[in-house]
């Protein structure tokens, strides 16, 4: 916010709508990293989001198969978008994930996520020549541009069952609110780190704040006890 007050202020003095410069009167402000609450959904709405996707329609069956990658494996959009029909192992019941960074990972694939990827491919993947798992249901049907339709993809079907106030509502908070889910129903930051494939043990610890229950096994009584 304060680079962009900054660079409004310098195109006004560049334009001579401002005698002087006033760039520089806008302080700076410090921003810690990893200083805010992950924004997550409760497991209730995340299940509302996935029956709000229209099974009986080939949109539907495409758009349900993408939610349940996001909110079962935790898949980034990104990581969504990227995968091809050759990612899956279906004797081994896994899927490469090209992750950041140019890593790979191989994850297993729950049933149900399994059985929703079948169902698009008999029923809803449009014949191409494409090898991208999920490709435009309207011609020319290639493989969805990039992340950015994923995440249109998951807002519209928080749209769809009228989940709003979510600070961001794109396809990380499923990957939010599973690594919170597990860590409520007993998981390590280790294990959630671990399926995240995150890099960096501190970009796991984040989801430890919203852990009220286990923050309160930590917290000092208070002097003098309850006035």
Not at 9 to 16: A, D, I, K
Not at 117 to 128: C, D, E, F, M, T
Not at 145 to 165: P, W
Not at 197 to 204: A, F, I, Q, V, W
């Amino acid at each position: 916010m304060c680079w962009s007050l900054r660079a409004f202020l310098r195109y006004l003095h560049h334009r001579g709508l401002n005698a002087r410069s006033l760039a520089d009167c806008v302080p700076s402000v410090r921003r810690w990293r990893l200083a805010t609450l992950p924004t997550y959904l409760p497991a209730a709405q995340v299940r509302k989001a996935l029956d709000g996707c229209g099974r009986e329609t080939v949109i539907g069956r495409r758009d349900y198969a993408i939610l349940l990658l996001l909110a079962k494996l935790g898949l980034r959009a990104n990581e969504v978008a990227t995968l091809t029909l050759d990612d899956i192992d279906w004797r081994a019941s896994e899927i490469l994930v090209r992750a950041k960074g140019r890593q790979r990972a191989r994850m297993p694939i729950p049933p149900d996520v399994g059985a929703a990827i079948v169902a698009y491919l008999r029923n809803g993947r449009p014949k191409s020549s494409c090898r991208r798992l999920f490709v435009r249901t309207l011609a020319p049907h290639v493989g969805l541009a990039s992340g950015c339709a994923i995440t249109m993809i998951a807002k519209a079907a928080l749209d769809r069952v009228g989940i709003e106030g979510c600070a961001h509502r794109g396809a990380h908070i499923f990957r939010h609110s599973l690594a919170i889910e597990l860590l409520r129903s007993g998981a390590t930051l280790s294990d959630i780190g671990q399926l995240l494939r995150h890099e960096n043990h501190d970009t796991t610890r984040i989801y430890a704040k919203v852990d009220i229950d286990a923050l309160r096994t930590l917290s000092l009584p208070w002097p003098g006890g309850v006035q």
